[in-house]
Nanobody, 125 residues
Framework: QVQLVDSGGGLVQAGGSLRLSCAVSGSTFSIYDIGWYRQAPGKLRELVASISSGAVLNYVDSVKGRFTISRDNSKNTAYLQMNSLKPEDTAVYYC???????????????????WGQGTQVTVSS
């Protein structure tokens, strides 16, 4: 059973920083593409940043230069470092682990997708 546990959210003033963590258990972390999504009240869930299994990075324009996504395969954990936070960054942040179906070290891992439970980030002005 694959599980993702999101943590690190909280209340911070505008201009402050937070680091979110996504701990993955129950499978081979290295095969997954990791994405951080967020959903604010009344809005659709949006992809904020992603890091592929090959460490290719992507960011939504609104967070470029402020957020950094990373992963530590030895710790089965992904991170989202958020600096210069703004009130509009307020949302529930979710970690997503996705696999399109691939072979890794002689084993085949079928297509799959998992979500963390979410962690609240609130930025006050």
């Amino acid at each position: 059973q694959v599980q993702l546990v999101d943590s690190g959210g909280g209340l911070v003033q505008a201009g402050g920083s937070l680091r979110l963590s996504c701990a993955v258990s129950g499978s081979t972390f290295s095969i997954y593409d990791i994405g951080w999504y967020r959903q604010a009240p009344g809005k659709l869930r949006e992809l904020v940043a992603s890091i592929s299994s090959g460490a290719v990075l992507n960011y939504v324009d609104s967070v470029k230069g402020r957020f950094t996504i990373s992963r530590d395969n030895s710790k089965n954990t992904a991170y989202l470092q958020m600096n210069s936070l703004k009130p509009e960054d307020t949302a529930v942040y979710y970690c997503n682990a996705g696999n399109v179906g691939r072979y890794y070290r002689g084993a085949y891992y079928p297509e799959s997708e998992y979500w963390g439970q979410g962690t609240q980030v609130t930025v006050s002005s």
